[in-house]
């Protein structure tokens, strides 16, 4: 049986994942392919540290090494941040070998032109395991959703800072020691100042863009917050008003092809899909011009999902289902709905709305004065009091969404 050659760029939870994933599914692989898959080396950092890697495979700290393995057929990199992600790549791409990435912040900004080096070198570029863990969104868009054109996204795409609301809303844990969990349980960055801060959410946002729009709007005209400024008691009273805080990246793309998105925190309603998203789950929703919104959920960190995002994108990848430029910058502006599975925005018009409201500006809340109840620092407050304070208060954003059908059996809309 011929073999096809891999090797790997990196060690730590991701690198042991694919791994471990290429061992304990050998005969899968086999089956689909035909060929035995080979791990014939793998780039550490520190030669020091004590792993437990089969001797038949080479560990070396130099990436000479691995670009000099006669027939080396892919290379899967997992090394965190742009360099050397980018530099190894590129000379990998240059060599004619295929690439498979699970590096965010590298591909966010370096994607573009990698898939460019890449078409010209007629070589394969796989990055499902950018954005989103386990959930096969990247390969949906690539490969499932050619002929729709995709109008917005939302995701909950950071599983740490999912797993840090979820606890401390759940069991009242401190930000401190909810964070201290997810980076035992392998979620975190090695620096999670990328997790809490927005900035990973913001790199798969922007991977997403690429892949859905074929372009990426301009990084400064992307909001981004990240969740250190929410406590326990404001998610705890979230729920009482049946929210959730749920950080989410947004997109859209409107008429004049122009991609608007955001990522911060936002309030979620029970009847919207994110809201049940827990601990380290990432959520993906997807409007298409044919199918309509579409939500794919799973576990968005950690060995075995990340693992499993980079075996299954090669195996794309070797059996030639990605073409070098797959992304669609076609737009045509305009969406066909009809009315199932269809989400309506859902707009606070009478007084009986007093359960979701989020905290506003003070401007805000005068133009929108309507509304009976406010949360001050995470307590329910009567309009009147808010209103008549001169504090300033944060912005949080809503993202009230409901189906169509509960919509009009609200008579929110009409069908
Ligand atoms: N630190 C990342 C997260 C890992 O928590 O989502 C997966 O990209």
Partial sequence: MSVINVAILGFGTVGQGVCEAIDTHQDRLKEALGKEVKVRAILIKDPVKQREIDPSIKVTTEFKDILDIPDLHVIFEAIVGEEPGYTYLSKAVEKGIHIVTANKAMFAKFGPSLMEKAKRHTVSVGFEATTAGGIPVIGTIRQLLKVNEIKSIQGILNGTSNFILSQMRKKGLSFETAL??????????????????????FYKLLILSHTAFGRQPDWKDIRRRGITHLTAEWLQAAESFRLRFKHVGSLERDGFNRIKGEVEPVLVH???????????????????????????????????PTGSAMVEDFLSLIQGKYTASPESAVHNGEVLEDSTGQWVLRVPANEDYQRWIPLFTLKDRIQLGDFLYVFVEGRKEDIESVLTSQEQIQAVSILDEIPLENAVKEGIAVS
């Fill in 180 to 201: 201290k969990q997810s980076q035992e349980k392998g979620y975190a960055e090695a620096d999670p100042t990328s997790d809490i801060e927005g900035y990973d959410a």
């Fill in 270 to 304: 029970d009847t919207h899909p994110f809201y049940g998203v827990e601990d380290v789950e990432n959520a993906i929703s997807l409007k298409g011009s044919l199918v309509g919104r579409i939500t794919l959920l799973g576990p968005g960190a950690g060995k075995c």
